[in-house]
């Protein structure tokens, strides 16, 4: 018997591992568009609450209702903060419950983020595990209080601020001044560096900067920020206002002259960067 009992709660042990992978797997597929294997796994007598459904449905009239609702931008979403655990095993049965939250990618200039809770019932059959019951819900009602669901818009509101924090923490530009202080700077509030000796000075729009380094290697470390105009100014092309003959105007109001020897050269740097 103890036996029995062992080999048992180590089959129960492996059916709740399975469930658990296939559930995630099912999540993940679902997104990607493969629903073909998401249909597989469901049982043909498998009902289905979903959050957009009001009533339990069954598996032909979930399938046709994911159909009629399908478009490409579904492929674009990304699950995250995935915790799926099984509550219960025993054989044939398992339980899984947990949560995901389904983000739209960034690169599809669409800010969403949706919490999805999740049940489901598996179970085995002949050709493997099957789901049998499925629940998917999303805490998108109207909290009291609230006239309209103000509280969603907050949250996506922060996760497209996390989002532009990001990508803007990616683009930053360290500068380390004379006193060994490191400064971080975005590439556009740079508008032009001027040399002095073995020094630069990085003007920016709220601060000027003084490195102890020369302009030179400045402009070649700072590639597609600042164009070396003459031997001792460069300038970020994103501030240039105006060209009126050799002059640079830069929207600070600063005037460049620059040596009519590099006024072509200087001209196509500058089309160039602000091209690209």
Known sequence: MAKAREALRAKNERLAKEAVALTTTFVR??????????????????????????????????????????????????????????????????????????STDPATKQISAQLHRMTFVWRVFEDGLKIVHYHDSSPMARREGERFNTWLGRENYAYMRAILNRERRSRLVSLRDTSGNVHWVMPEDIVYATAHRQYTDIHCLDQRITLRKGIGDIVEARKGILVRVHRSFAVNPAHLKSMEGNILHLDDGTDVEVPRKRLSQVRKELMRERLE
């Not at 629903?35 to 979903?50: G, N, T």
């Not at 994911?66 to 044939?92: G, H, R």
């Open 29 to 102: 597929r679902y997104w990607q568009g493969r629903r073909d294997w998401c249909y597989s796994v469901l049982a043909h007598e498998a009902s289905v609450i979903w959050h957009e459904l009001k009533l339990p449905s069954s598996r032909k009239e979930y399938i046709e209702f994911v159909e009629l609702d399908d478009d490409d931008e579904q492929s674009a979403v990304m699950c995250s903060n995935e915790e799926f655990k099984c509550i219960l095993s025993e054989w044939p049965i398992a339980i899984v419950t947990g949560q995901y939250l389904a």
